[in-house]
T-cell receptor, first 111, second 117 residues
Framework: KQEVTQIPAALSVPEGENLVLNCSFTDSAIYNLQWFRQDPGKGLTSLLLIQSSQREQTSGRLNASLDKSSGRSTLYIAASQPGDSATYLC??????????FGAGTRLFVKA | GAVVSQHPSWVICKSGTSVKIECRSL??????MFWYRQFPKQSLMLMATSNEGSKATYEQGVEKDKFLINHASLTLSTLTVTSAHPEDSSFYICSAVGTSGLTGELFFGEGSRLTVL
């Protein structure tokens, strides 16, 4: 059974700091891995999608890496801003696009 | 990116009534949609997979007679919470696989907050 773990559960950093969010999964037989952002009381916004054959994806100040063999992914946020404050969710998809989510990392960026 | 719309965004109902939540893919066709439930400060739990033109596939522990799912068209899936009770109060979110089916990218609706009194 696939399990997805995110560390840390919560993180508070000063504005401008670079930070790394971690995601690990137990079954390396994945189809893809996706990072999402969720603001309080809202739905999910897709940030980055990494296919199982890829090692990383970049979008603006965000960079996500994938090491399928070790069951790990990281989301790197450069030069954090208060607007980055949200919960970040890691999700792993297996066959049929069935997706398992981690519990999320709650990020707070202080101005 | 692809847009998924949910309606209503919030609903309050009395115990014993039924509530229908709609999930629409606005600019693409989605043969497969997913319904999730999220409790406060917890992650998303997959409830069921909705397939256009066929019966939904429910996850273990999810009552299919309680949570009725209909996916009658390529752009609409509905979740009906039947005879709702306070313990059904939750945040329900749907997602759809984008038209680039090979990538498996999921797009999510804004969610529907259900409060059962």
């Amino acid at each position: 059974k696939q399990e997805v773990t995110q560390i840390p559960a919560a993180l508070s950093v000063p504005e401008g700091e670079n930070l790394v969010l971690n995601c690990s999964f137990t079954d390396s037989a994945i189809y893809n891995l996706q990072w999402f952002r969720q603001d309080p009381g809202k739905g999910l916004t897709s940030l980055l999608l990494i296919q199982s054959s890829q090692r990383e994806q970049t979008s603006g100040r965000l960079n996500a890496s994938l090491d399928k063999s070790s069951g790990r992914s990281t989301l790197y946020i450069a030069a954090s801003q208060p607007g980055d404050s949200a919960t970040y969710l890691c999700a792993v998809s297996t066959g049929g696009f069935k997706t398992i989510f981690g519990a999320g990392t709650r990020l707070f960026v202080k101005a | 990116g692809a847009v998924v719309s949910q309606h209503p965004s919030w609903v309050i109902c009395k115990s014993g009534t039924s509530v229908k939540i709609e999930c629409r893919s606005l600019d693409f066709q989605a043969t497969t949609m997913f319904w999730y439930r999220q409790f406060p400060k917890q992650s998303l739990m997959l409830m069921a997979t909705s397939n256009e033109g066929s019966k939904a596939t429910y996850e273990q522990g999810v009552e299919k007679d309680k949570f009725l799912i209909n996916h009658a068209s390529l752009t609409l899936s509905t979740l009906t919470v039947t005879s709702a009770h306070p313990e059904d109060s939750s945040f329900y979110i749907c997602s759809a696989v984008g038209t680039s089916g090979l990538t498996g990218e999921l797009f999510f609706g804004e969610g529907s907050r259900l409060t059962v009194l």
